[in-house]
């Protein structure tokens, strides 16, 4: 069954002559008045983990419901592989789901919730019985398998709903809050293997979540979401590292942002003046904009520099004093204020413990290279 | 698309269907909906259009609506109630018992309810269990059974007379006081149910909140616990009162003869009378009288289900 | 601590007031006398009675199939009127549903009985069905008024479900009536089993409404009992009520015991 899997430098977004696997095209859900999802078009390609990314009420869910069938778009097309799926009823898509709520049938035990789904195909019994016992023994549940759903953990409830939803290969795998349900240990450790066994059998994967920790260990390409839109796609770096909003940058970890207007380009730097940070902020140039535009300029914490001394040869240096200390054990955060009032976020990773920590109170130099700052527009 | 489904049987039934352009949702609506059509809605129009139909000495015993195309409607059968007293008076007694009943049953229902939502578990679900057991046996012989307890020589009155407390017997069988127990003693249980959900809902915190900030428990259980109850106390009065306007049984076997009610009324009209069409005005009257009572009782039901 | 007396007292009263009349029945079932207030000593002659009138053992008869038939019927119809209500979403005509599905639960029994009646005369005119009355009409006007309580207690459990249970047998290829038999069915099972003896009970219940659409030859348990208790206390219905009492009683303590052996496993 096994078709080759995306190979981690296979990145067919990249490839203008790829075929997309899921085309989304200009997907419209209204309720009433209310826009659930706003005219969406996204192409996600074969065996890709994608996902959907975005705070609650963002329309991510509604999305994916479309996919699988249980809502209807308003307007737009959705094809899954080359076929538009507009006529085809859920229990007739060539797409499964895994719940959020795992919603596993109550009163069979997991083998028969399992194999519900071959049966419903029409897979002869015996066949049918084989390869549940196979996806038990892919899950680990090979020995729970004459139990009732409430009688297992949490955990294993997660791993009985995911058997279920890929008992019968299907084309696209729909996952609402794979592991919302789990807690933080238990969760780390899914994540890696539900990778395990996307990649293990080739199925694509569309995850909505609203936790951007799993969206970026999970997922090939990351969909942010926001008001029934889809504000950035890219892979997790790309969307780490160079967001194209204040919203993404906003969302996705978290960051200092100042406003200020443009200054002018100088050889290799743009210099952008902002009376908030108290010094004009030297960052890269980028294309497109004018003198005395107004931008924003993020910085993440743990690309700025914070030390006792002034340091030597770093484009941007700011003076400040330590308001918070917070030690989270791999590593600190400081909150220091700066003569204009901002108050700025640093991390610092605890490597080293070669120094006398930084203190409250203390007086410190911030340091952060150009290549640091994004400029934002939007 | 997998080919082996197409076979199914649930899928040429729906084929079929398609041919006669019907769905299946369309047939399972229909069901439902059809009975009550025919079983409930159309009955009141019949009951309608025969209240406005003359009394006649015939099979059916009452005048057809239409004639020759025209429309023969009188409201003699409305002007007949209210010029007879024996009607407007009914009317007035049914609200009086059915309020007094309603605040009666209110005033023994809240502190029992109270008493339940706040007993710990299992016992409050054994003391639900005991205000839910008399439902499943027969309200008619539970009625019945106030007969020998009320009656002049029936047990309150031995007891009272064994212990001293009275030389003569109370005469209470046949009189609205009997009426008042009976609708107070079988619609009790619908008052504390819906109390009961209510207050069972009723966090502890803020009635700790409202003592931590110096409310004593009087003036913290009547700005607190009755105004957060209030859906409860509309609905359990509403399902109280309701069905006293229209009791029949009640009257009728722990009544006497001055016990007026509509419901009484309105059978005696029908089977004593045989007067269909005055029985008919009768309902229509009664309808509109619980109208506000029903759409009461629908809010508090909305409201009750929100919170 | 006068709040921490008051409320127990007044609950206990309350209890009594409630449970007082069933006593005095059972014991006075068993009085030898037929006086309430004259104690001739305990005898079982009242069953004997009871168990011996033909009348009396007829009406029961017809009730409990008139019982049987219309709590199916109201169990069948309520259900699919319970999962339009939650399932299909705004369909055509739904508003009217839900009213009609309530109304019968605020209905003063006396309005419903005289319309079913002048509804069965009207078609009998018209048609000539129902010819005449008897347990057929009976049986109509129960299932009418008694699919209403069904409706609401299957609604209920099926507002309480998880919808997502029912999409993803949906999802994984069942059609919508698979989807009923295999998920959604057994899942609400207890409201169907209570909704159906909640109807049987009302059923067996009925006085009002079954008087006014009865015919001669179909006189119900209920009716039999009236006309019987209209002249005063007779004993032997007291008999009978007992008997009502004790099979209800057997009945909660199987549905108790079943409903603990279900929640240990």
């Known amino acids: 069954m096994a078709e080759p899997s995306l190979a981690a430098d296979a990145k067919p977004w990249k490839d203008a002559t790829a075929t997309p696997f899921i085309r989304i095209k200009n997907i419209t859900k209204k309720f009433g008045d209310f826009a659930a999802v706003d005219d969406i078009t996204l192409d996600i390609y074969k065996g890709e983990l994608f996902c959907l990314l975005g705070g609650s009420g963002c329309g991510k869910s509604t999305l994916l419901r479309m996919l699988a069938g249980f809502e209807t778009p308003t307007s737009g097309t959705i094809e899954i ?6 006529k085809i009823a859920a229990f007739d898509r060539p797409t499964n789901m895994m719940f959020q709520s795992y919603a596993l049938f109550p ?5 028969k919730n399992v194999i519900y789904g071959l049966l419903r195909e029409g897979v002869p019994k015996a066949e049918a019985m084989d390869r549940v016992a196979d996806m038990l023994c892919l899950v680990k549940l090979q020995d729970f398998a004459k139990r009732k759903p409430l009688q297992l953990s949490g955990g294993q409830q997660q791993r009985v709903a995911l058997a279920r939803s890929l008992i019968k290969q299907p084309k696209l795998l729909l996952l609402d809050e794979p592991l919302g349900a789990l807690d933080k240990k238990l969760r780390e450790k899914t994540q890696f293997e539900l990778i395990h066994i996307q990649e293990s059998l080739g199925v694509t ?41 204040k919203y993404v940058a906003d969302f996705i970890g978290s960051v200092n942002m100042f406003e200020g207007t443009v200054d002018v380009a100088v050889a290799d730097t743009l210099r952008i003046k902002s009376p908030e940070a108290g010094i004009d902020l030297l960052v890269e140039p980028i294309e497109g904009l004018k003198v005395n535009q107004s931008v924003s300029v993020a910085i993440r914490p743990e690309r700025i520099a914070v030390t006792r001394h002034k340091p030597e040869g770093a484009a941007n240096i ?24 901002k108050t700025l976020k640093v991390t610092k990773s605890n490597l080293l413990h070669d120094d006398v920590p930084i203190k409250w109170d203390e007086k410190v130099f911030l340091s952060w290279s150009n290549a640091a700052g994004i400029v934002l527009t939007t | ?91 007035w007694s049914s609200i009086k018992i059915a309020f007094f009943s309603t605040v009666l049953a209110l005033l023994i229902g809240y502190p029992m309810s109270y008493y339940i939502a706040r007993s710990p578990e299992p016992k409050r679900s054994l003391l639900l269990l005991l205000i839910v057991l008399p439902f499943w046996t027969s309200f008619l012989l539970r009625v019945y059974a106030w007969i020998g307890i009320l009656k002049t020589k029936g047990v ?38 819906p109390l009961y959900a209510n207050l069972v809902k009723l966090d502890d915190a803020l009635l700790e909140a409202s003592a931590d900030l110096g409310a004593g428990p009087i003036s913290t259980f009547f700005r607190i616990t009755i105004p957060l109850s209030l859906p409860g106390i509309v609905a359990g009065s509403m399902l109280v009162f309701i069905p006293a306007i229209g009791e029949f049984v009640i009257p009728a076997l722990l009544g006497g003869p001055d016990t007026l009610m509509i419901g009484k009324i309105l059978w005696t009209e029908f089977f004593a009378n045989r007067d269909w069409p005055v029985a008919s005005a009768v309902a229509i009257a009664m309808l509109l009288l619980l109208v506000i009572p029903i759409m009461l009782l629908r809010m508090a039901q909305t409201k009750g289900a929100e919170t | 601590m006068k709040r921490g007396l008051f409320l127990p007292i007044v609950s206990f009263l309350g209890f009594v007031f409630l449970y007082i009349p069933i006593v005095s029945l059972v014991i006075f079932s068993f009085n030898k006398s037929k006086l309430v207030t004259v104690w001739g000593g305990w005898s079982t002659k009242w069953y004997g009675e009871l168990l011996n009138d033909p009348q009396i053992l007829g009406a029961a008869w017809i009730s409990l199939k008139i019982g049987v038939v219309s709590a199916s019927l109201a169990t069948v119809l309520g259900t699919i009127a319970a999962m339009v209500l939650t399932r299909f979403g705004k369909v055509r005509g739904r508003g009217l549903l839900t009213g009609m599905v309530t109304a019968p639960l605020v209905m003063p029994e006396v309005i419903t009985g005289l319309s079913l009646l002048l509804l069965f005369v009207a078609m009998e005119a018209a048609f000539g069905w129902p010819a005449g009355r008897g347990m057929v009409t009976i049986i109509i006007a129960h299932t009418t008024f008694c699919m209403a309580y069904v409706a609401v207690v299957v609604q209920s459990r099926l507002v309480d479900m998880d919808d997502a249970i029912e999409e993803a047998a949906s999802d994984l290829g069942a059609q919508p009536m698979r989807v009923f038999f295999d998920i959604t069915l057994p899942m609400i099972a207890p409201a169907l089993i209570s909704g159906w003896l909640l109807s049987f009970t009302l059923s067996l219940d009925d006085l009002v409404i079954a008087s006014f659409v009865s015919g001669p030859g179909a006189s119900t348990l209920p009716m039999v009992i009236f006309s019987k208790v209209r002249l005063g206390v007779t004993p032997e219905i007291n008999a009978l009520a007992t008997l009502i009492v004790v099979v209800v009683a057997i009945g909660i303590s199987i549905s108790w015991f079943f409903m603990r052996k279900k929640v240990k496993t």
């Open chain 2, 156 to 193: 309150l009155n031995m007891l009272l007379m064994k212990f001293g407390l009275i030389n003569e017997p109370l005469i209470i069988m046949q009189t609205d006081v009997a009426v008042y127990i009976g609708i107070v003693y079988t619609y009790l249980p619908f008052m504390i149910l």
């Open chain 1, 318 to 341: 700011v003076e400040g004093e330590v308001e918070e200390v917070a030690y989270l054990g791999n590593l600190s955060i400081y909150c220091i204020k700066l003569a204009s009032g």
């Open chain 1, 81 to 86: 592989d080359g076929q538009d799926v507009a």
């Open chain 1, 205 to 245: 994967f569309i995850v909505v979540t609203h936790d951007q920790e799993e969206a970026m260990t999970l997922s090939t390409r990351i969909g942010v979401m926001k008001d029934g839109k889809i504000v950035q796609v890219g892979e997790p770096p790309q969307i780490y590292e160079d967001p194209n909003s």
């Open chain 1, 107 to 111: 009163h069979m035990t997991v083998e």
């Open chain 2, 1 to 91: 698309m997998t080919t082996l489904q197409a076979s199914s049987p649930w899928r040429k039934t729906a084929a079929l269907l398609a041919r006669f352009g019907l769905t299946g949702r369309m047939l399972v609506i229909a069901v439902p909906m059809l009975w009550l059509l025919v079983f409930f809605l159309v009955p009141f129009l019949v009951v309608l259009k025969i209240s406005v139909a003359d009394p006649m000495i015939a099979r059916p015993p009452y005048s057809p609506l239409f004639v020759d195309g025209s429309i023969q409607a009188t409201i003699g059968n409305y002007a007949y109630m209210w010029e007879d007293s024996l009607y407007i008076n009914a009317y």
